[in-house]
């Protein structure tokens, strides 16, 4: 009897999806994004996701929030190495929860490959204008003189303990050796509301939801966090330059996002995905996207991604230590 033989695959036909087109087509890329729908990071996960996908084929955006971003980046680290999981991370996931949380499920460095940089958003100083006139604090020198001379007198903002505001204001008071109250707020929008009603002096905040009542005169921009200026504002000195003399020549925080694989994942899919994100990132389309946001495009390779990374987790490390800021 005659046995029919089932003909041998080819290595080719069993290697690694991203070898094979039709089948890269066939499943669609997930792109998880840890936080709800309509903030910064997925609008521009959305806006990517429509630009790579003559190259990647669909992609499909998934937002998986919750426990500050560490359940959406968890199912990332926990997914086959295949190429079809990315993940949208951010400062918080990679730099800040490690040492907020007591515990979080997944490990930042040995559970991803990191892909690309996709943006950086400048955080700005920013006062109360009344506040500011009535002090007369027109600079980051006016500020450290006048806290120096009050102790305790001033106070800030922030959208709540661990917050990319309180972790910047933390960060001021180590490098320029004064002291400043810190009011959390349950959220961003009523720290503002609170800075511009007066409640509170000023406050470290993200450059683009501050940037209307800085148009408007409501508040005072004395600086931003960032080593550079921003493109956005660039009559705004950094806090870096400003403050060089009283401690702060090193300062530089802001808040960034970027795309992570599953640990594991080839190089070859690693830079399939970093060519056809960091084209996109400089096309004009992404770019028109991100200058809504105030956002700076940051394309990089994979191991500069991989190094700024850790010396971020370096950084927050001695920040949130520092600030004494504990999330359940």
């Known amino acids: ?15 690694w999806p991203w070898t094979l087109p039709a089948m890269a087509q066939a499943k669609p890329v997930r792109l998880v994004v840890p936080y709800p729908p309509g903030g910064p990071l997925d609008i521009v996960a959305r806006a990517l996701a429509d630009k790579v996908k003559d190259s990647l084929g669909t992609v499909v955006v998934e937002n998986r929030p919750g426990a500050g971003g560490n359940l959406g980046m968890d199912l990332v680290a926990k997914a086959a190495p295949d190429g079809l999981t990315i993940g949208m991370g951010a400062v918080a996931t990679h730099a800040i929860n490690p040492w907020l949380y007591a515990k979080i499920p997944y490990d930042p460095i040995r559970d991803f490959t990191p892909i690309t940089l996709v943006a950086q958003v400048p955080n700005v100083l920013v006062m109360n204008v009344d506040t500011a006139k009535k002090l007369g604090i027109a600079s980051v020198a006016d500020l450290v003189a006048y806290a120096k001379k009050n102790p305790g007198t001033l106070n800030y903002g922030s959208g709540g303990n661990g917050s990319a505001g309180h972790l910047a204001g933390e960060m001021f008071k180590s490098q320029a050796g004064v002291y400043m109250v810190h009011i959390p707020y349950a959220g961003g929008p009523p720290a503002q509301l609170a800075l511009v009603s007066g409640q509170v002096d000023l406050n470290f905040d993200n450059l683009a939801a501050a940037s209307a009542n800085i148009k408007s005169g409501k508040l005072k921009a004395v600086a931003v966090t960032t080593a550079k200026r921003s493109s956005a504002m660039p009559e705004v000195p950094t806090i870096a330059e400003a403050g060089a003399a009283y401690g702060l020549a090193a300062f530089d925080i802001n808040t960034w996002f970027g795309l992570f694989g599953p640990a594991g994942l ?62 359940d």
């Open 266 to 327: 080839p190089p070859a899919a690693t830079q399939k995905l970093n060519k056809a994100f960091t084209d996109a990132l400089t096309s004009p389309e992404i770019k028109a996207r991100l200058a809504t946001l105030l956002a700076e495009p940051s394309p990089t390779t994979p191991e500069q991604f991989g190094t700024f990374v850790r010396a971020e987790l370096g950084k927050y490390e001695k920040v949130v230590k520092a600030s004494g800021a504990k999330a």
């Open 1 to 15: 009897m005659s046995i029919r033989r089932r003909p041998l695959l080819s290595l080719a036909a069993l290697a």
